[in-house]
């Protein structure tokens, strides 16, 4: 029988189990299609996204014969799992999609029902999902360190992903102007990468967010691009170059959580 974790509680270790088999929805790419007169068939227009997916629903019942006698508790610690909190996304993992998680809210729980003969739960959980599935080994930090060597990174999906990049520069006791991360041989460009190290002492790129900071400090006045780091299907290359002699010798820490992802 199948699991799911949900905001990093196992549904299991409540006393319940999914009894249903698994039904697994994928991602609908979100087009749309015009038609023109005088010309048949239509037009794709592809909007570049995929839409959120309404998982069909888990019908749960209870499973700890131990904890028959505390129904009402098990049946508001359910409640309380999955219904309390802010309105945002949580990290949602289904056993039957190993090695990967995805973001998601729970929408509805079900009529509980109670078996008249030994008190049982019987419920049913709606949740809604972001599109992709993230590899849990794309949440491996990768780290490399230099300026202007190109450095490899192989995304097994076949999708591509939106990374996270931490950069940080080694012994400098200045701040760094005019920067270039290259990814791909495009050229991501800062006005001004560490004005002082003392209080900004690194730059995040955060390409799924659409985001340029420094802890909880707005830094996006020092990115010059309109479009954020992606990493491609296979191989990519990234690099670092600062601008001018001064910095030709500043070497980087950088650091990359990849979010390898799969539909």
């Known amino acids: 029988m199948n699991n799911i974790i949900y905001n990093g509680q196992s549904l299991r ?66 409640i309380d799992w999955l219904m309390t909190g802010d309105g945002s996304y949580k990290r949602f993992e ?52 230099g300026s202007r060597t190109d450095f490899t990174i192989i995304n097994p999906e076949r999708y591509y992903s939106e990374p996270y990049i931490k950069i940080t520069p080694a012994n400098c006791s200045v701040g760094i102007g005019e920067t270039d991360l290259l990814v791909n041989d495009v050229a991501y460009k800062f006005n001004q990468l560490v ?7 690194f730059i995040e790129i955060d390409s799924e967010k659409a985001d340029v900071f420094c802890g909880n400090t707005d830094k996006n006045a020092y990115a010059r691009f309109d479009y954020f ?5 296979g191989e990519n290359t990234i690099s670092i170059w600062v601008k001018g002699s001064s910095g030709a010798s500043i070497l980087f820490d950088v650091q990359i959580i990849p979010r390898w992802r799969r539909l």
Not at 229 to 233: G, K, S, V
């Open 13 to 78: 270790d409540l006393g319940f189990v999914v009894k249903n088999h698994p039904v697994h929805s994928v991602a609908e790419r979100d087009l749309e299609f015009a038609s023109v007169i005088g010309r048949s068939g239509d037009y794709i227009v592809d909007n570049y996204r995929y839409k959120n997916v309404d998982i069909p629903p888990y019908e749960i019942n209870m499973l700890d014969f131990d904890r028959l006698q505390n129904t009402d508790e098990n049946e508001r610690r359910l």
């Open 94 to 145: 289904d056993s039957t999609v190993p090695g990967y998680f995805c973001n998601a809210i729970c929408t509805n729980i079900g009529e509980i029902q109670r078996n008249d003969i030994n008190g049982f739960l019987n419920t049913s959980l709606q949740f809604n999902r972001e599109p992709f599935w993230y590899s849990n080994e794309g949440q491996n930090v990768i780290e490399f360190e």
């Open 195 to 201: 004005s002082n190290p003392s209080v900004d002492p």
């Open 229 to 233: 780091p992606i990493l491609q299907p």
